[in-house]
């Protein structure tokens, strides 16, 4: 179009006619009249803008705009600010239509027992979906993304296998108040020779083939005054929740890493390693940190991860 | 500066056309298009229509609801694909037809064709045939001018809401939106969208008219590229209408055909008339023109003066250019039968995704964070996230079982029964567990979601993987 006009205009490109130094002349070249419009009504809009949001530094502080006010809840008391992102994510998170929806679900989660939600697919869930959330957000660093822990450090949540208890109030109680584990090194209590026949006896528990005259002086010492291990492990090696002591009877391993090794000498210097330093793990309490229900969701999630236990 | 904006020097005004009315057979087919579009565009979010689920409107996308129904087909999110499907098909369908048969799409179905054609209608009704709109807009500015104006631009505005808002009744009960839309109650988008759409009608019909075909549509544009020799188009018979001499007006001398002939002259009369009817503004008599939307109301024109004159038909006609060059246009050849295939396999692959389509639609994922775990009976257990959507109507009540691994435990915790209302979306989680074997490795095995008291609905076989640890270790 722009092209067939110019050439119109007997081929010369238009000047504005103003003349410098007798013959320097300035093209003209007009914008479309589109584009000058579009360009009026961009002008217009920041204008109104100015008027309607906060725009213009005056002094120390800045106009706000006008019919603009948002109010929300802050620490319980109601704040009406004008219009600024932050308070329209407040907003948004208290009563945005997400919002409203998940905390009716919270509140059905608090009002409903746990064998009801654990009953409930679709409370389930909700309980999976906001669980894994709050997982990430608290718990995942020390025992993983999936609950799977981290052998010698960190408890696996993913087996059946619980320390201090897999029944879901046992789960509520340990991430409301925290867990202190703790086992004595028996560094200076045995000998060498004690060592390696408490070590074979451990081993004979959970099925391992070992020196069978060992193991049996190694019952001895465990059951016995010199070791004192069925204090804490029981005579049958079975643990205490109550204590937090270990099952040494299965197959699950969650300080020495005996599953880890291949050969026998292996896994005897795993769990040498584990008697002769001893244990002292901390896990925090997060009642502090955390709401009722959002422990009660946490409980269930990780007790549906794997090996939740009646 | 002011001076040279009022020169305009890089803007053309439109020049604008006065589109003459014209009767005959394209024009009647035309108007039959016309009255079976706006009556199936308008009266369609009023069909009413029997379902189980309580909605009873035959079209309604729902979006809330995120279901869009179509009779007795429910469509969800996970079929976004059909909409691709009949895209696809779409195109296919353009290529081919204007492969044949030119731009057919533009001249009789396009919506911009279709409401000009109303505009210019009302334009007629009310400030009348071709000369007399000519004369009122030369006209200065008086009640005449006025009251003929305004009420063409008021009727105009009338018909571009009554399409905004019907566009809008599509996606919300009609009865009910159109009370809300009149109470103020209807939601923010409805007025936008009729707003926006009342807007956009009235200066795409009304103001834009043939320069959105010309300027702004792509499809006028490529569908030029799709023409060959055979296509058939609106063409001027050259030879015929302008003979040795030239084409010429009735006069003395030249009224009969063999007192034409005889002085070496065309049949064209050059009465213009098939200039005047062209909404596009164009003289077909010269040659095909990209702005030609094949509306063919130059046929009807023509053929209405060759009939009064006694004279043969078709002087402009239907043809193409191996026609115009005597040959025979094929319709047999490589490009119609390619897009012709194409064009079928798409459509029988639509149909055949529709008709398979499931009212119980599952996914399953295995957890892979830990991807398995030993348990402290020595045995291992994987887990699985089981996606389920019920898409019908009715409860769905489901059972997750498996098969492919022997003597597998299937554990979904304290959950026991596992009912779908209509449209539920719901994501259990599953653990499966079995005896250490020697080998490790990826153990398929299928979960087999059977919908319970449902003979209508085949169990679905979801194929997974157990992750049996390594023999390595």
Known sequence: ?310 | MADDTKREVLFEARMPIYPRSVKGRFRRIKWAILALAYGVYFLLPWLRWERPGGIDQAVLFDIQARKFYLFNLTVYPQDIFWLAGILVIAAILLFFVTGVAGRVFCGYFCFQTLWTDVFILIERIVQGERPARIRLDKMPWGPYKFVRKGLTHLLWLLVAFATGLTFVLYWGDAPTLLRQFFTGEAPFPAYATAIFLTATTYVMAGLAREQVCTYMCPYARFQSIMFDTDTKIVAYEQARGEGKNGRAKLGKGRKQLDERHAQGLGDCIDCGFCVQVCPMGIDIRNGLQMQCTSCALCIDACDNIMDSLGWPRGLIRYTSEAEQKGGKARFWKPKTIGYGLVLLASIVLLVWSVASRSELSVAARQVRQPLYVVLSNGDIQNSYDIKLNNKSDRPMKIRITQQGLDGAVLDMGRIRHITLSPGQRLQVHVKVRMRRSAHGGQIPFDFIIQPVGRKDLKARHVREYFSMPGGDR
């Open chain 1, 1 to 310: 179009m722009s092209e067939q006009k110019t050439s119109k205009q007997s081929g010369a490109v238009q000047t504005t006619g103003h003349a410098w130094d007798g013959d320097i002349q300035e093209f003209n070249n007009p914008l479309p009249r589109w584009w000058l419009w579009s360009f009026y009504a961009t002008v217009l809009f920041s204008v109104i803008y100015w008027v309607l949001f906060p725009a213009w530094p005056v002094g120390k502080t800045y106009t706000k705009g006008v019919m603009n006010d948002i109010t929300y809840e802050l620490n319980g008391k109601k704040v009406t600010t004008h219009w600024n992102t932050r308070a329209l994510l407040m907003r948004d998170m208290q009563q945005g239509e997400d919002a409203v929806k998940q905390r009716k679900y919270m509140q059905k989660v608090a009002s409903l027992s746990f064998s009801q939600v654990l009953a409930n697919p679709e409370m389930m869930d909700f309980t999976r979906k906001v669980g894994k959330v709050l997982f990430a957000d608290n718990c995942a660093a020390c025992h993983g993304s999936g609950g799977q822990g981290k052998v010698g450090l960190f408890p696996n949540l993913v087996d059946d296998d619980w320390l201090w208890g897999g029944s879901i109030s046992d789960i509520q109680a340990t991430i409301t108040h925290g867990r202190q584990g703790f086992m004595p090194s028996f560094r200076t209590a045995f000998t060498k020779k004690q060592l390696d026949d408490v070590v074979d006896y451990v081993l004979s528990l959970s099925g391992h083939k070992v020196d069978a005259a060992r193991a049996a002086r190694g019952k001895r010492i465990f059951n016995g005054q010199t070791g004192g291990c069925y204090y804490c492990h029981t005579k049958a090696g079975t643990g205490m929740k109550s204590a937090g002591s270990a099952n040494l009877t299965d197959s699950i391993w969650t300080v020495a890493d005996v599953n880890g090794q291949r050969d026998l000498e292996g896994k005897r210097a795993e769990v040498r390693r584990v008697i002769l330093n001893g244990i002292s793990r901390k896990m925090p309490a997060w009642k502090d940190r955390l709401s009722p229900v959002e422990i009660k969701l946490l409980s269930l999630y990780v007790y549906d991860l794997g090996g939740g236990k009646k």
